[in-house]
C-alpha cells in the first residue's frame, strides 16, 4: 500500500498510486460490509469526531457507520446546536476538541479552506467530508470505486459530468481525480454553471447534452445547488430540466452500457429523471452509497497506520 498523507484535505496531494491504494483496501471493506459480522479491530482503541458545520445525511451515516465497524469511538458533534452558535470560531471549537485528544476528525464545513486551515492547528488526522466549493474527497474516491467495479477499469474512459459544476466540490473533486488517472472528462451545462477556466484542467465543455453525450462511458448528474445560488443561474427548473435533466432520450446519446451516477441528494424531475434515477440496468447511485461506506474506512484506516506510525517513536522513548 501507498499512502503517505497525514490528512485528507484533497484530491489535489493525492498522487495515482495513492488513490489506487484507497481503492484496492476499499474493495476489501465492500467484502467486510457484506458480511453478517461487519467487525474489524484497525481503528480499535481510537477516537473519531464528526463535525458538520453543513447539514449531511449520507456523508455523516457513512463515515459513523465506517468508523463503528472498525472499532473506533465515534463522537457526532451537533455543530447546530454548538458554541459556534454563541460565537466561537472555528478554530477555537478545534482547539477545544484538540484537548480531548480525538485521532480522527472528520470535517465538512460551508466555506472552501475551512478544513486544511483546521487540519493546522490540531494533532490527529483530519479527513474533508466537503468544504464550500473546493473539494470533497471521498465523494470523488467511492465514485471511482463505483466506476471501477462497473466498467473493469479507472482509466480511459469519457466521462461526463453534468449540471452545476460551478457550485460543486464534487465536480471539482471528480475532475482532478479523474484527470490524474488519465480519463476523459466532459462537462455538460449551461454556460452560467460551467466555468469556463475547468477547459484549462483539459476538460472539454459542451452546454448542449445530446452533443456531450454521444458516446460516454459514465454520466455523472449533479444536483443543482440552490443553496450556493445568489441570482438567476438559471430561467426556470421546467427549462432547465428540459435542457438539461437526464431522460431516457438523452441518455439514448451516450453509450448503450453507460452507467448512471448522482451523489445525492437527488431533485427529481430537475437534473434527473425518477425512471432513470430507479432503472437497475443503468443506475448505479444505489452502488455510490455502499461504495461509501467501504472507502471512507479504506481512507480512515490508511490515515491511522499512518499516525500510528509517526507515534510510534513517542510511545517507543517512554
Ligand atoms: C454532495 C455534497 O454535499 O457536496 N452530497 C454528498 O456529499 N453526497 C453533493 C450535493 O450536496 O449536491
Same mark, same amino acid.
Given at each position: 500500500?501507498?499512502?503517505?498523507?497525514?490528512?485528507?484535505?484533497?484530491?489535489?496531494?493525492?498522487?495515482?498510486?495513492?488513490?489506487?491504494?484507497?481503492?484496492?483496501?476499499?474493495?476489501?471493506?465492500?467484502?467486510?460490509?457484506?458480511? *453478517? $459480522?461487519? =467487525? #474489524?479491530?484497525?481503528?480499535?482503541?481510537?477516537?473519531?469526531?464528526?463535525?458538520?458545520? /453543513? !447539514?449531511?445525511? +449520507?456523508?455523516?451515516?457513512?463515515?459513523?457507520?465506517?468508523?463503528?465497524?472498525?472499532?473506533?469511538?465515534?463522537?457526532?458533534?451537533?455543530?447546530?446546536?454548538?458554541?459556534?452558535?454563541?460565537?466561537?470560531?472555528?478554530?477555537?471549537?478545534?482547539?477545544?476538541?484538540?484537548?480531548?485528544?480525538?485521532?480522527?476528525?472528520?470535517?465538512?464545513?460551508?466555506?472552501?479552506?475551512?478544513?486544511?486551515?483546521?487540519?493546522?492547528?490540531?494533532?490527529?488526522?483530519?479527513?474533508?467530508?466537503?468544504?464550500?466549493?473546493?473539494?470533497?474527497?471521498?465523494?470523488?474516491?467511492?465514485?471511482?470505486?463505483?466506476?471501477?467495479?462497473?466498467?473493469?477499469?479507472?482509466?480511459?474512459?469519457?466521462?461526463?459530468?453534468?449540471? *452545476? $459544476?460551478? =457550485? #460543486?466540490?464534487?465536480?471539482?473533486?471528480?475532475?482532478?481525480?479523474?484527470?490524474?488517472? /488519465? !480519463?476523459?472528462? +466532459?462537462?455538460?451545462?449551461?454556460?452560467?454553471?460551467?466555468?469556463?477556466?475547468?477547459?484549462?484542467?483539459?476538460?472539454?465543455?459542451?452546454?448542449?447534452?445530446?452533443?456531450?453525450?454521444?458516446?460516454?462511458?459514465?454520466?455523472?448528474?449533479?444536483?443543482?445547488?440552490?443553496?450556493?445560488?445568489?441570482?438567476?443561474?438559471?430561467?426556470?427548473?421546467?427549462?432547465?430540466?428540459?435542457?438539461?435533466?437526464?431522460?431516457?432520450?438523452?441518455?439514448?446519446?451516450?453509450?448503450?452500457?453507460?452507467?448512471?451516477?448522482?451523489?445525492?441528494?437527488?431533485?427529481?424531475?430537475?437534473?434527473?429523471?425518477?425512471?432513470?434515477?430507479?432503472?437497475?440496468?443503468?443506475?448505479?447511485?444505489?452502488?455510490?452509497?455502499?461504495?461509501? $461506506?467501504?472507502?471512507?474506512?479504506?481512507?480512515?484506516?490508511?490515515?491511522?497506520?499512518?499516525?500510528?506510525?509517526?507515534?510510534?517513536?513517542?510511545?517507543?522513548?517512554?
Amino acid at each position: 500500500m501507498t499512502f503517505t498523507q497525514k490528512h485528507l484535505l484533497g484530491i489535489e496531494q493525492l498522487r495515482p498510486e495513492e488513490i489506487t491504494s484507497v481503492l484496492d483496501l476499499a474493495d476489501e471493506y465492500v467484502d467486510l460490509s457484506r458480511r *453478517d $459480522v461487519k =467487525h #474489524s479491530d484497525a481503528l480499535t482503541g481510537l477516537t473519531q469526531v464528526n463535525m458538520f458545520f /453543513e !447539514n449531511s445525511t +449520507r456523508t455523516q451515516a457513512s463515515f459513523e457507520l465506517a468508523g463503528k465497524r472498525l472499532g473506533a469511538d465515534v463522537m457526532n458533534m451537533s455543530m447546530q446546536a454548538s458554541s459556534i452558535k454563541k460565537g466561537e470560531t472555528l478554530i477555537d471549537t478545534a482547539m477545544t476538541l484538540n484537548a480531548m485528544h480525538p485521532d480522527l476528525l472528520v470535517v465538512r464545513h460551508p466555506h472552501s479552506g475551512a478544513v486544511d486551515l483546521l487540519s493546522q492547528k490540531v494533532n490527529c488526522a483530519v479527513l474533508n467530508a466537503g468544504d464550500g466549493r473546493h473539494e470533497h474527497p471521498t465523494q470523488a474516491l467511492l465514485d471511482a470505486l463505483t466506476i471501477r467495479r462497473a466498467k473493469g477499469r479507472i482509466q480511459r474512459l469519457n466521462i461526463a459530468i453534468c449540471g *452545476d $459544476v460551478a =457550485h #460543486s466540490r464534487v465536480a471539482r473533486s471528480n475532475v482532478i481525480l479523474l484527470n490524474k488517472m /488519465e !480519463n476523459r472528462v +466532459r462537462l455538460i451545462g449551461p454556460p452560467t454553471l460551467v466555468p469556463g477556466h475547468f477547459a484549462d484542467m483539459g476538460c472539454e465543455i459542451y452546454d448542449d447534452m445530446e452533443e456531450g453525450l454521444k458516446d460516454v462511458d459514465v454520466v455523472m448528474m449533479l444536483r443543482l445547488q440552490k443553496e450556493r445560488m445568489d441570482g438567476g443561474f438559471i430561467p426556470s427548473e421546467r427549462e432547465y430540466y428540459h435542457r438539461y435533466g437526464l431522460d431516457a432520450d438523452k441518455l439514448a446519446h451516450a453509450k448503450p452500457d453507460a452507467i448512471v451516477m448522482h451523489p445525492g441528494p437527488m431533485n427529481r424531475g430537475v437534473e434527473i429523471d425518477g425512471e432513470i434515477a430507479d432503472d437497475i440496468n443503468r443506475s448505479v447511485i444505489q452502488e455510490q452509497v455502499e461504495m461509501g $461506506v467501504a472507502v471512507r474506512a479504506a481512507a480512515m484506516d490508511l490515515l491511522a497506520r499512518n499516525l500510528r506510525a509517526a507515534r510510534a517513536p513517542e510511545t517507543a522513548e517512554v
